[in-house]
């Protein structure tokens, strides 16, 4: 180092080694220790004292309003109170931390020399995420707008979308007052009726803090037109039987009404319809018809027809279930398809004969041909042209 040069020494450096010295010497010495606590929490701020020998102690606020004197409150704050004091160290809590209260709380000790630290407290608001619906209801094949928004946080929330487990993105949108940040994330995607009661989650957490994740889920509200099916009787139905026919009805919103009617005629006078239940008792001949359940909302109306066919009851009938009609149709391609086989084998042994055929006329052709030449040409050695044509 030249001369004249000094070097500096980095302001903590100083103060630990000041510290350092005063141990050393069996001087009085205070010390204080950061706090950081979450907003409605409890703070608590410990003054450590080092050969104390009863002189003054004062805690101030960030605003240097004095809160304790020597043990004794000074603000009337009920919010300070002191947890104790010995000769070891001075420690006082703060209930319902606001971030307010944030900042620098000064230990003091009046000795002959005057010794202070100061213990920054750091106030953390932790972030509540809540999720609304942006514009109408969503309905099917449309988009549904929601957003999460988290009005208060300090530092600013990082706010994520989740669906089924997958991460969905969203637009982030942040402001600051003061100390304190809003945040709010968009998200839009389309949905269908199998989205009707599933479930959006918002996530939100405070950057390089353990254990301030916060969720809110959302549950999807899809709108989608009725749709109607009818459970048709198990068995066949004769005179003087009851008939009971059940209507489901799946939509959102439910129909509040189900309608029943007969195509062209109407009602049976026996007939008596309960909610999604259509009931004939006693039924004759002139019940045969077909019967029409509808459901009707405001996203839309459908409907399911069952024909009743009411026999005598000598009369023998061949009840033809689902299984019957699923075996005559399985025999029926099974034979359509035993048929083209033999159609396709047919053709190609008699393509195959036409052209074997064909080969040997043309065999025979041009022998005679060649034998036909050989009269016409004549003269020469005879043994030669018969030799020529054995060939």
């Given at each position: 180092?030249?001369?004249?040069e ?13 510290m ?8 009085q010495v ?6 950081t ?17 009863r002189?003054i ?16 409150r ?19 809590a703060l ?5 307010q209260?944030?900042g620098g ?6 000795a002959?020399?005057?010794h ?8 953390l608001?932790?972030p509540v ?11 099917e ?7 999460c928004?988290?009005?208060r ?8 979308w989740?669906r ?13 007052q ?5 945040v709010s994330?968009?998200?839009?995607f ?16 405070l ?6 994740r ?10 989608y037109?009725?749709s ?13 039987d009851d008939?009971?026919l059940?209507?489901?009805v799946t ?11 007969r195509?062209?005629?109407?009602l ?6 309960e ?10 001949p ?11 909302t405001?996203?839309g ?5 069952y024909?009743?066919?009411v ?20 025999v ?12 396709t084998i047919?053709?190609w042994?008699s393509?195959r ?15 005679h ?19 020529e044509?054995f060939?």
């Open positions: 180092m030249g001369i004249g000094e070097r500096m020494c980095p302001p903590s450096s100083l103060l630990s080694l000041l350092l010295l005063l141990l050393a010497a069996g001087a205070v010390h204080t220790e950061n706090v606590v979450m907003e409605g929490e409890t703070a608590e701020i410990a003054c450590k004292l080092h050969s104390y020998d002189s102690v004062v805690i101030q606020n960030p605003n240097r309003q004095t809160l304790f004197f020597n043990g004794t000074a603000l009337k704050d009920d919010r300070f109170q002191l947890v104790s004091f010995t000769s070891h160290q001075v420690r006082i209930s319902d931390v606001r971030v209260d944030e709380y000064y230990c003091q000790l009046y002959e020399d005057t202070h630290q100061v213990a920054v407290v750091t106030v608001v932790a995420p809540v999720v609304a619906l942006v514009g109408d209801t969503a309905t094949n449309g988009p549904v707008n929601l957003e928004r988290v009005p946080s300090k530092p600013a929330a990082v706010i994520r989740y089924d487990k997958k991460a969905l993105q969203g637009m982030i949108r942040q402001e600051q003061g100390k304190i940040f809003s994330s968009s998200l839009s389309p949905v269908t009726r199998r989205d009707n009661g599933g479930v959006v989650t918002c996530e939100a957490d950057p390089g803090v353990k254990g301030q916060r969720r809110t889920d959302f549950t999807l509200d899809v709108r037109a009725p109607v099916k009818l459970e048709p009787p198990p068995s066949i139905l004769r005179e003087g008939l009971v059940a209507c489901s939509g959102n919103p439910l129909p509040s009404q189900i309608s029943w009617t195509l062209n005629d109407s049976p006078i026996r007939a008596e319809s909610g999604r239940e259509l009931t004939i008792t006693r039924l004759t002139a019940d045969n018809g077909t019967y029409v359940c509808e459901a009707l405001d996203m109306r459908d409907t399911d027809q024909t009743l066919v026999y005598d009851r000598g009369a023998i009938v061949e009840q033809q279930n689902a299984l019957s009609y699923a075996m005559v149709g399985g029926l391609a099974l034979l359509v398809f035993v048929l083209i086989c033999a159609l047919t053709v042994f393509l004969q036409k052209g074997s055929y064909l080969t040997h006329e043309a065999s025979r052709l041009d022998e041909g060649e034998v036909r030449e050989a009269f016409i040409n004549g003269g020469g050695d005879s043994h030669e042209h018969k030799k044509y060939i």
